[in-house]
C-alpha cells in the first residue's frame, strides 16, 4: 500500500525514490486468479487425500470406536493393535499368519522378475537399435501390438505352457511371466534410448575391434543408468501391484501380497474388522508408495516417457 | 551395420549371430506367446471345452451363448459406460489440473505429489479404500446423516442401478493423475511464444486453450487416449476389490467374466468366447489409431 503513495508521487520529497518502472510487472499474490487457481488446486488436493487419510485413521482405532464414530474422525486413543494383526495373525483361507506371507512371497516374486525382465529387455532393446538383422523389425512390431491384446486372451495358452514344463503353480512360473509381459513396453524404451545414444561412439567401439557383448557390457551399460532407473521403477511398482496373473498363476501359499489383501478384506465369514483391514491395505500400498516418494521426479519421468512413446 | 558383411558369407543364419540369440525371447514371446496364444484362444473359441480344451469345434455356438447370458450383456453395459464415462473425465479432469498447475504456481512439486501418488497404488488398494469410504454405516453417507440431514442417500456400491458409477470414482482418482502428468508434459512443451502471439492478439485464454494449444497436443492426447482406452477394456482388479461385481450382477466386467468361466465355472469355450470378444473391441480401438498414426501417408509436419 506503501508504494502507491510513492507512486502516486504528490509529495516532492518522496519523488527521490521513484526512478521508472525496472523489472517484470509485478503480480498481486491475492487476486481472482490466483484465488480460483490455487482454490481449485487445494479442494482437488484435498479429494486426493481424503483416501490416505482414512486408510491411516482408520488403522489406528479400535473396532469399538470404529462402530461409534464416522471414519473422517481422527483416532481418540491410538492403537498398533490392528498394524500388528493385519501383519502376523489375519487369517487368509487356510493359513492364519496374516500379511507377512504374501509380503515375502512378492519380494520373492518382484525382485527376480525385475532383475531378468530388465536383463532381457536392455539386452535385447541394444540388439534392436544397433544390431538390427532381416526380421528383427517385424518381432519388434508384433511384440509392440501383442502390448494390447488383453491379457485374458493369453493367460490359459501360457497355464498350458507352464503346466506342460512343470512349474505352474511356482513362483518361477510368474516370475517368468512378468518378465513376459513386462518386455513390449521395457523393450521400447531401452530400444528407444540406446537409438538416442551417439553413433559416433557405437563405430569408433567397431572399428576398434569390439563385439556385440563388449559393446554392451562396457559403453552402453555404464552410459544408461537414467533409463534403468525408469525400467526399475516402472517394474517394481508394476509386478508388486498385480492381481489377475498372481491369482492366475501362484497357489494359496504363494500367493502375492495383493492377492493375499484382497482374500482378508472381502473373505465372507465373521465380523469385518475394518481397522485390519485398512492397516493390511497400507501395508500392501506402502511399497510402490515408498518407491514413489524416494524417487519422485524419476518416477514422474518414467511415466511420461514410458507412456508418450508408448 | 549389415551392408557391410553382404559379399560371401555362406549361411546368412549366422550373421549378426550374437543380436539373434539376444532376441531370442523377444521373438519367442512375440510369436509363441502373443502371437501363438491369441490365435490358439481365438481356435478354440470355437470349441464345446469344458473342464480341459478340446478340438470339438461347434461354429459360432459359443458366442451365440456369450450374447444370451444376461451376466455378459452386463459386463458389456457396464464397460461402455464405465469406458466412455472415464475417457471424458479422466480427459477433462486430467487436463484442467494439468492447465491449473502450468499457470506458473508455487508448490508445484508438492501439487502433483499430491495428485500422482495414487497411481503408484494397486486397483485392489484403491478398490478396498473406496469401498470403505463409500460404506453407507461408516462412510460419506453416515457422515452426511450425522450432520442433520437424516435423508441423505449416497451408496453407489450398494445399490444396482448405480454401483459402476461407484467403481468410476475410485478409478478416476487412481488415474487422472497419470493423465494430469502426460498433459502437463505436453503444455510443457508449447513453445511460449503462442502464448505471446495470442496475447498480443487480445485472445481470451480458453480460446486459446480450445482452439490453439489443445489442437497442437494432439499427439498427447492420442497416446493419452489409447493408454485409458487399452487400460479400461482391462478393467478387472478394480471391481474384484471393491464390489466383487455385485450387488448381483450388476457390476460385472468383462475381464471378471472370462476369469470367471476359465477358471472356476470350468467352462473353457465360454471364457475363450468372451476373452476373443475383448480382443475384438481392443481391436477396434487400436486399428483406427494405428492408421491414424502410421498409416495414410503421414500427413503431420
Redesign the interface.
Known amino acids: 500500500m506503501a508504494l502507491k503513495a510513492v507512486n502516486g508521487g504528490d509529495t516532492p520529497f518522496e519523488k527521490k525514490s521513484v526512478s521508472g518502472p525496472s523489472g517484470p510487472k509485478p503480480r498481486p499474490v491475492v487476486s481472482a486468479r490466483n484465488i480460483i487457481v490455487y482454490g481449485t488446486l487445494f479442494v482437488a488436493a484435498v479429494y486426493y487425500l481424503i483416501p490416505l487419510y482414512v486408510m491411516v485413521v482408520t488403522s489406528l482405532k479400535g473396532m469399538p470406536e470404529i462402530r461409534l464414530g464416522n471414519i473422517f474422525a481422527p483416532p481418540m486413543e491410538i492403537t498398533f493393535e490392528p498394524w500388528v494383526k493385519a501383519w502376523a495373525t489375519a487369517c487368509t483361507g487356510l493359513n492364519c499368519d496374516g500379511l507377512s506371507r504374501g509380503f515375502w512371497n512378492s519380494v520373492r516374486i518382484t525382485v527376480p522378475s525385475v532383475i531378468v525382465s530388465i536383463a532381457i529387455a536392455s539386452v535385447n532393446g541394444y540388439a534392436l537399435a544397433n544390431w538390427r538383422f532381416k526380421g528383427s523389425e517385424f518381432f519388434f512390431a508384433v511384440l509392440i501390438i501383442g502390448a494390447f491384446i488383453p491379457y485374458q486372451v493369453m493367460i490359459y495358452p501360457i497355464v498350458i505352457i507352464l503346466r506342460e514344463i512343470g512349474i505352474y503353480g511356482s513362483l518361477t512360473g510368474l516370475v517368468i511371466v512378468h518378465s513376459i509381459f513386462g518386455m513390449p513396453i521395457l523393450t521400447l524404451l531401452f530400444r528407444n534410448y540406446f537409438v538416442s545414444l551417439p553413433e559416433e561412439l557405437f563405430k569408433a567401439a567397431r572399428v576398434d575391434g569390439a563385439g556385440f557383448w563388449q559393446i554392451f557390457l562396457k559403453i552402453m551399460l555404464p552410459m544408461s543408468l537414467p533409463i534403468f532407473v525408469v525400467a526399475m521403477i516402472l517394474q517394481v511398482t508394476g509386478i508388486w501391484n498385480d492381481f489377475l496373473f498372481g491369482v492366475v498363476f501362484t497357489r494359496p501359499d504363494t500367493y502375492p501380497m495383493t492377492v493375499q489383501l484382497n482374500n482378508i478384506v472381502n473373505s465372507v465369514q465373521g465380523v469385518k474388522e475394518y481397522n485390519v483391514n485398512m492397516a493390511a491395505t497400507i501395508l500392501t500400498g506402502l511399497v510402490p508408495l515408498v518407491v514413489y516418494f524416494v524417487s519422485g521426479r524419476l518416477f514422474v519421468r518414467g511415466i511420461a516417457a514410458g507412456a508418450v512413446k508408448g | ?2 551392408g557391410q558383411a553382404k559379399a560371401g558369407r555362406p549361411f546368412k543364419l549366422f ?2 549371430l ?3 540369440i ?2 531370442i ?3 519367442l ?10 490365435i ?3 481356435v478354440y473359441s470355437f470349441t464345446n471345452s469344458k473342464l480341459l ?1 478340446r478340438l470339438n469345434f461347434v461354429g459360432i455356438e459359443q458366442y451365440q451363448r456369450l450374447w444370451a447370458a444376461p451376466r455378459w450383456v452386463v459386463s458389456i453395459e457396464n464397460l461402455a459406460i464405465y469406458g466412455i464415462l472415464s475417457l471424458i473425465f479422466s480427459l477433462v479432469i486430467g487436463f ?2 494439468a492447465a ?2 502450468d ?1 506458473k ?1 508455487r508448490f508445484e ?1 508438492t ?16 478398490g ?6 463409500l ?1 453407507p454405516e ?2 460419506v453417507q ?2 452426511v446423516r ?1 450432520l442433520g440431514w437424516t435423508s441423505f442417500s449416497f451408496d453407489p456400491l450398494y445399490t444396482s442401478e448405480i454401483v459402476i458409477y461407484g467403481v468410476l470414482i475410485a478409478a478416476l ?1 487412481q488415474g487422472t ?2 493423465v494430469m ?2 498433459m502437463l ?1 505436453g503444455l510443457r512443451g508449447i513453445d511460449e511464444d503462442i502464448w505471446k502471439a495470442a496475447r498480443v492478439d487480445g485472445i481470451p485464454m480458453w480460446r486459446t486453450y480450445l482452439f490453439v494449444i489443445i489442437p497442437m497436443m494432439r499427439p ?1 492426447f492420442i ?2 487416449l ?2 485409458i482406452a ?1 487400460g479400461i ?2 478393467v ?2 478394480l471391481v ?2 471393491q464390489t ?1 461385481g455385485g450387488p448381483g450382477i450388476s457390476s460385472e466386467v468383462p ?1 471378471k467374466y ?2 470367471d468361466y ?2 472356476q465355472a470350468q467352462n ?1 469355450g465360454q ?2 468366447a ?3 470378444m ?2 475384438v473391441t ?1 481391436a477396434i480401438i ?1 486399428i483406427p489409431w494405428a492408421y491414424l498414426e502410421f498409416g495414410g501417408g503421414r500427413k503431420r509436419g
Open positions: 551395420m549389415t550373421r549378426n550374437n543380436s539373434k539376444a532376441s525371447p523377444m521373438i514371446t512375440a510369436m509363441v506367446i502373443f502371437l501363438g496364444g491369441t490358439w484362444t481365438v480344451p484442467m489440473l491449473l498447475m499457470q504456481i512439486n501439487f502433483r505429489t499430491i495428485f500422482l501418488y495414487p497411481f503408484a497404488l494397486s486397483f485392489i488398494v484403491t478396498l479404500v473406496w469401498q470403505w469410504i460404506n461408516f462412510g453416515a457422515v450425522s482418482w493423475g497419470l502428468c502426460l508434459a498427447v497416446t493419452t489409447v493408454i487399452s477394456v482391462k478387472y482388479d474384484v476389490a466383487s475381464a472370462v476369469y476359465m477358471f473353457l471364457g475363450f468372451a476373452s476373443t475383448m480382443l481392443v487400436i
